[in-house]
Nanobody, 123 residues
Framework: QVQLVESGGGLVQAGGSLRLSCAAS????????MGWFRQTPGKEREFVAA????????YYADSVKGRFTISRDNAKNTVYLQMNSLKSEDTAIYYC????????????????WGQGTQVTVSS
């Protein structure tokens, strides 16, 4: 069992930056691929970024490529999402997720989810 807790969301102006963190409980964090997804009212939860348990590669949605960076620190049981050059369309609730399977951009491949953190970008 893995419990995930996101933090770091908030209100930021367009063009600004935020760093989201996702702290995982349990001793097996290093066994899990980790992903970030986001959701706005009335829409499906969509893939943002992912990093496999090895940490040796990263994957991004086209909409955030070049602006967002995902990373993980297995010693701290934490995954991060650095978000730069934020746009109003990045406004959403952001969720981190942990899973064992591929492909990493599919939300049904993740077993564990955090409660979400709100990111609001004002234009």
């Amino acid at each position: 069992q893995v419990q995930l807790v996101e933090s770091g969301g908030g209100l930021v102006q367009a063009g600004g930056s935020l760093r989201l963190s996702c702290a995982a409980s349990g001793r097996t964090f290093y066994n899990y691929n980790m992903g970030w997804f986001r959701q706005t009212p009335g829409k499906e939860r969509e893939f943002v970024a992912a990093i496999p348990r090895s940490g040796d590669s990263t994957y991004y949605a086209d909409s955030v490529k070049g602006r967002f960076t995902i990373s993980r620190d297995n010693a701290k049981n934490t995954v991060y999402l650095q978000m730069n050059s934020l746009k109003s369309e990045d406004t959403a609730i952001y969720y981190c997720a942990g899973g064992r399977y591929y492909p990493l951009d599919r939300k049904d491949q993740y077993d564990y989810w955090g409660q979400g953190t709100q990111v609001t970008v004002s234009s």
